[in-house]
Nanobody, 127 residues
Framework: QVQLVESGGGLVQAGGSLILSCAAS????????MAWFRQAPGREREFVAA????????YYLDSVKGRFTISRDNAKNTVFLQMKSLKPEDTAVYYC????????????????????WGQGTQVTVSS
């Protein structure tokens, strides 16, 4: 059974930092892209960041560029999201996702291209 388990969420003041982790089990994703999405109350789930299997290519939501960094450790089957200069508008449940196919490019921003999802971790940024 494939599982993605996120950790690292919490409550932080505006301007603070958090590091989210997502550990995968049940299969390896070393040849597949992985990503982070988020969903705030009353809003659609939105793309935050994605990383190719080799880490060569990364993609970000415009509003998090320069503040968030996605990375991965294929040996540990884990993907990370380092978040700095957090803003209240970053408050959401953050979800890790992984592909079983090998999409590339802009398709990595589409939730429909991901087959596996974690249960989510809450990030709350207070003003």
């Amino acid at each position: 059974q494939v599982q993605l388990v996120e950790s690292g969420g919490g409550l932080v003041q505006a301007g603070g930092s958090l590091i989210l982790s997502c550990a995968a089990s049940g299969r390896t994703f070393s040849r597949n892209a992985m990503a982070w999405f988020r969903q705030a109350p009353g809003r659609e789930r939105e793309f935050v960041a994605a990383i190719s299997w080799s880490s060569v290519n990364t993609y970000y939501l415009d509003s998090v560029k320069g503040r968030f960094t996605i990375s991965r450790d294929n040996a540990k089957n884990t993907v990370f999201l380092q978040m700095k200069s957090l803003k209240p508008e970053d408050t959401a449940v953050y979800y890790c996702a992984a592909q079983s196919a090998q999409y590339t490019g802009s398709s990595l921003r589409a939730p429909s291209t991901y087959d596996y999802w974690g249960q989510g971790t809450q990030v709350t940024v207070s003003s």
